[in-house]
């Protein structure tokens, strides 16, 4: 597959996007549907991810959670998208999805797969800063986004704004501390090399107790929370009560 890079790399005004970030995802955007490729891991960890958004939709929105399309109506914005490993199966479940990134070449992959589906997936190369203000959203997903910001508050100020007053949001990211160092930056990107070395800078990590103060300043309080663990005997990802390394919130409006 032949994607076309990204060659502008500069954030416009007022954004939050990390140029250096967009150059490094750019250059994996013809890898992105690959299982066995450099997003291998995000393809393992991406049926967990999925089935937590929708559960948590689910019991938001009063749907049935069995149903093929229980998510049929709802409006779900994903920013940093990437080739749209989630917005093909949200998509799938009813939802209008809308999927931006500020990678030409992320977008571009993203578009080319979604078209060989025969879904019909809003990809728009743009960040959450461009996006128009009037626009609303019943859930917001940032999902492995916040570590890659240059302000996260900024950057939840603006996701906030965009949802509607009975709306949900779901953020993934990575806690802060001796533990994921050891073993999301050292053990996954040196040892394992399950990713690229520089994929992830610690000193970005977000802890829980961070995210938690940053949704509050913008009226949106925590009502899930969970972590994400990697068992190498059963060879897959769970959901567990540690939340040293990788986490998962949902977050609503305060009423």
């Not at 996007?17 to 955007?29: G, Q, R, T, W």
């Not at 663990?229 to 540690?242: E, G, H, I, N, R």
Request: glycine share 6%; with cysteine; net charge neutral.
């Amino acid at each position: 597959m032949s994607m076309q890079q990204n060659t502008s790399l500069s954030a416009p005004p007022g954004s939050t996007v990390d140029a250096a970030e967009i150059a490094k995802f750019s250059k994996l955007s013809a890898e992105w549907w690959d299982p066995k490729g450099k997003m291998a891991p995000l393809h393992r960890i991406n049926p967990l991810r999925l089935g937590y958004i929708r559960d948590a939709a689910c019991r938001k929105f009063e749907r049935n959670v069995r149903s093929l399309n229980c998510l049929a109506g709802l409006r779900v914005l994903d920013i940093g998208c990437g080739a749209g490993l989630l917005c093909e199966p949200l998509s799938r479940l009813g939802a209008q999805v809308i999927g931006v990134d500020p990678s030409a070449s992320n977008i571009a992959a993203a578009k080319l797969h979604a078209g060989k589906s025969h879904l019909s997936i809003d990809y728009r190369c743009t960040t959450v800063e461009e996006i128009d203000p009037r626009e609303r959203f019943d859930i917001v997903l940032a999902m492995e986004v916040v570590e890659h910001v240059t302000d996260v508050g900024i950057f939840l100020k603006r996701c906030a704004s965009m949802l509607k007053p009975n709306g949900l949001m779901v953020v993934s990211t990575l806690n802060r501390n001796w533990k994921s160092f050891a073993l999301a930056i050292v053990g996954a990107e040196y040892v394992l090399r399950w990713l690229p070395r520089g994929t992830h800078e610690w000193n970005k990590f977000v802890t829980p107790d961070e995210l938690a103060k940053y949704l509050l300043d913008n009226r949106l309080v925590i009502t899930e929370q969970t972590g994400v663990v990697y068992s190498p005997f059963a060879d897959k990802w769970t959901l567990s009560s540690d939340m040293d390394v990788n986490y998962m919130v949902v977050a609503e409006g305060m009423v």
